[in-house]
């Protein structure tokens, strides 16, 4: 296993385990995310990490029996890409404005991240669910 893909475990395993703070241990401070420029254009430039943090303590808070786990992992040089899945019950709080169902949940999402110096600098993908959207049948 090469040294990003054993990085980007930890930041998952980190994460997933509730550990809201890992996002500012793994991710550069000059992080760059593409998904802000189309979603949040008034945000580039600044400090986006936050907002990686908040849809994690959302998930975990909203499916309190979340299941994360990675389907597929590509690695070329310092670009990993990762296919993975959030599964589990809203039986929570809200996940950001959508009130529980009780109804089983499946997010599905892919991230393109560009790793340096054993940090993650640069990410393409879609939001995944903001908002709840996605969530509504």
């Not at 395993?13 to 008034?42: C, I, K, L, Q, Y």
């Not at 389907?71 to 070329?76: A, I, K, R, T, W």
């Not at 899945?85 to 009130?99: E, S």
Request: proline content about 4%; some cysteine; hydrophobic content about 35%.
């Amino acid at each position: 296993m090469s040294e990003n893909l054993r990085i980007l475990g930890q930041y998952s395993a980190a994460m997933e385990s509730g550990d809201g703070a890992a996002v500012f241990d793994f991710w550069s401070e000059d992080f760059h995310s593409h998904v802000t420029e189309r979603v949040s254009p008034g945000k580039v430039g600044t400090d986006v990490r936050g907002e990686e943090q908040e849809w994690w303590q959302q998930a975990k808070s909203a499916f309190p029996d979340m299941v994360f786990t990675v389907d597929l992992l590509v690695e070329s040089g310092d670009i990993i890409v990762s296919n993975w899945t959030v599964k589990g019950t809203h039986t929570g709080t809200a996940f950001y404005d959508l009130p529980p169902s009780g109804e089983p949940v499946e997010i599905n999402g892919t991230g393109i991240l560009r790793m340096r110096d054993g940090k993650i600098v640069e990410h393409w993908g879609g939001p995944h669910c903001q908002q709840g959207l996605g969530l509504i049948r």
